[in-house]
């Protein structure tokens, strides 16, 4: 799969020939955001905020037009697309995200309103290196920035979520935004909730891949086995980053063994939901990022998971 073409969608110049039919808009960069060792990770991987783009689905202004201003109270649901951080796309054309977006609007009542990020994706060799992390945050916090200062969702009225490799997404942009919210300005308050879509939380696969591993055993129902052992995507996000921090940094396996936990560290997620199935690849690395995240001190104020999604 990764030895012939790279499998990334439309560009950003391309979505936007068909704007008036998609929902799409663009999003200014927000390099005054990037603090702390995310800045710092950007540095060393030459990654610079850019401007990006996102679509919007659910209902428009009297004009047709997307984008506008939130009304009192109103609900958002802020989504990253999964596709392993390089490939995948938020776009209409999409039929899994068309699927996932028509039940979020069916199911979250309170929640008219869905903004799909186009994040950048990345790439390894044998293809040219490109957008390594923290290129895919920091279109997430540009992205977050727009809802909240552009449009003028209250982020209490922000609902962030994300499916697979978007799950892993939606928690950085959380925990970057618990961890650095001194640091940003006011308006840039954490989300009301976090909703994580079968996270894929472990790419360093610190759990190895033996027999009794739920990527082993799962194998036949969850695809997702060759795209983590091939190892092409922790080399698309690390770039020149160091190859241990796979396996040491929050930022790309939350869920791995050699990560350090320090108490308090999520203290300030949102509430946050976790779905899985129990014959899912990323069982086990989901229930140890539940068990970090809360249920105890330093936790969010309420982790819940929706087990037995399968059956």
Avoid at 174 to 188: I, M, N, Q, R, V
């Amino acid at each position: 799969m990764y030895n012939t073409e790279p499998m990334g969608g439309q560009s950003l110049e391309q979505c936007a020939v068909d704007a008036e039919k998609t929902g799409f808009v663009w999003v200014d960069p927000a390099p005054e955001l990037v603090v702390g060792e995310v800045k710092q990770m950007a540095e060393d991987n030459q990654v610079e905020a850019v401007k990006t783009g996102g679509f919007w689905y659910g209902p428009r202004s009297p004009n047709g037009a997307v984008g506008q201003k939130a009304l009192k109270g109103e609900k958002l649901i802020y989504h990253m697309h999964g596709g392993a951080f390089v490939m995948g796309t938020g776009a209409p054309s999409s039929g899994p995200m068309k699927t996932c977006f028509d039940g979020l609007l069916e199911h979250c009542s309170t929640h008219h309103r869905i903004f799909a990020l186009e994040y950048r994706l990345s790439s390894a060799a044998p293809f040219p290196a490109s957008n390594p992390f923290p290129a895919c945050l920091l279109d997430a916090l540009a992205g977050y920035r727009y809802l909240v200062q552009d449009v003028g969702f209250d982020p209490e009225n922000i609902l962030i979520s994300g499916d697979s490799a978007g799950g892993l997404l939606a928690f950085t942009l959380a925990y970057y935004l618990a961890t650095h919210g001194s640091e940003l300005p006011d308006s840039l308050r954490n989300a009301g909730a976090l909703l994580l879509l079968s996270p894929t939380v472990d790419w360093a696969v610190s759990d190895g891949a033996g027999p009794q591993t739920s990527m082993r055993r799962h194998a036949r129902s969850d695809f997702v086995e060759p795209i983590l052992l091939t190892g092409y995507t922790r080399r698309a996000l690390l770039g020149r980053l160091p190859a241990e921090t796979a396996a040491t940094s929050v930022y790309i396996s939350p869920a791995s063994r050699s990560l350090r936990v320090v108490p308090g560290m999520f203290a300030g997620l949102p509430p946050t939901c976790i779905v899985a199935g129990g014959r899912g690849a990323d069982a086990r690395p989901d229930a140890r990022v539940e068990g970090q995240s809360g249920g105890g001190p330093g936790g969010p104020r309420a982790v819940d998971r929706a087990r037995r999604c399968d059956s």
